[in-house]
Antibody, heavy 120, light 107 residues
Framework: QLQLQESGPGLVKPSETLTLTCPVSGGSISSGTYYWGWVRQPPGKGLEWIGSVYYTGSAYYNPSLKSRVTMSVDTSKNQFSLKLSSVSVADTAVYHC????????????WGQGTLVTVSS | DIQMTQSPSTLSASVGDRVTITCRASDSISVWLAWYQQKPGKAPKLLIS???TLESGVPSRFSGSGSGTEFTLTISSLQPDDFATYFCQQYNGYSWTFGQGTKVEIK
């Protein structure tokens, strides 16, 4: 059973870069079984996929955020990261890290989420 | 991009009730549909993958059905622990889209 837990600052200033990390325990991020993704939920709104990254470093982003998002993997630390640049108030949300669901049905592991507030 | 429309957004029910939540995809997603349960402050919990495959340890009162564009999550007899928010997710590996969520409340 994998465990994921988001880590990063809870407050970011407008125009700065939001950086979050997700250490994975209980298994290897390099297993190749899953994509590793970020999902966010603004207050009172639905879930939005931000993007996903494979252990090789190949990344796929939501077109609506693509110009501001960078995701990476650190296999030595068994973790993956999110950088979202030029943030605004609209980026205030609970950010979750998660694994994909494999064809076999395993996966779908999520962190509990971390609230990031964008405010000066 | 595939859009997911989930209904209802809120559902009031009593213990023992049969509950049904629906998710519609804007285009066919075959059976690549998952259902999650989420409680406040907790990580979402995967209940069903591949539209109808119950995850290990999930009570059998939960079931999923559908394929293509229409999907359903059914709770056959609502239990006190089931009052939570449920959401659907279409997945094709690295790209995910979510329904808006359904909050199941005590009537």
């Amino acid at each position: 059973q994998l465990q994921l837990q988001e880590s990063g600052p809870g407050l970011v200033k407008p125009s700065e870069t939001l950086t979050l990390t997700c250490p994975v325990s209980g298994g290897s991020i390099s297993s190749g079984t899953y994509y590793w993704g970020w999902v966010r939920q603004p207050p009172g709104k639905g879930l939005e996929w931000i993007g996903s990254v494979y252990y090789t470093g190949s990344a796929y982003y939501n077109p609506s955020l693509k110009s501001r998002v960078t995701m990476s993997v650190d296999t030595s630390k068994n973790q993956f990261s999110l950088k979202l640049s030029s943030v605004s108030v609209a980026d205030t949300a609970v950010y979750h890290c998660a694994s994909s669901i494999a064809v076999t049905g395993t996966g779908g592991y999520w962190g509990q989420g971390t609230l990031v507030t964008v405010s000066s | 991009d595939i859009q997911m429309t989930q209904s209802p957004s809120t559902l009031s029910a009593s213990v023992g009730d049969r509950v049904t939540i629906t998710c519609r995809a804007s285009d066919s997603i075959s059976v690549w549909l998952a259902w999650y349960q989420q409680k406040p402050g907790k990580a979402p919990k995967l209940l069903i993958s591949k539209a109808s495959t119950l995850e290990s340890g999930v009570p059998s009162r939960f079931s999923g059905s559908g394929s293509g564009t229409e999907f359903t999550l059914t709770i056959s007899s609502l239990q006190p622990d089931d009052f939570a928010t449920y959401f659907c997710q279409q997945y094709n590996g690295y790209s995910w889209t979510f329904g808006q969520g359904t909050k199941v409340e005590i009537k």
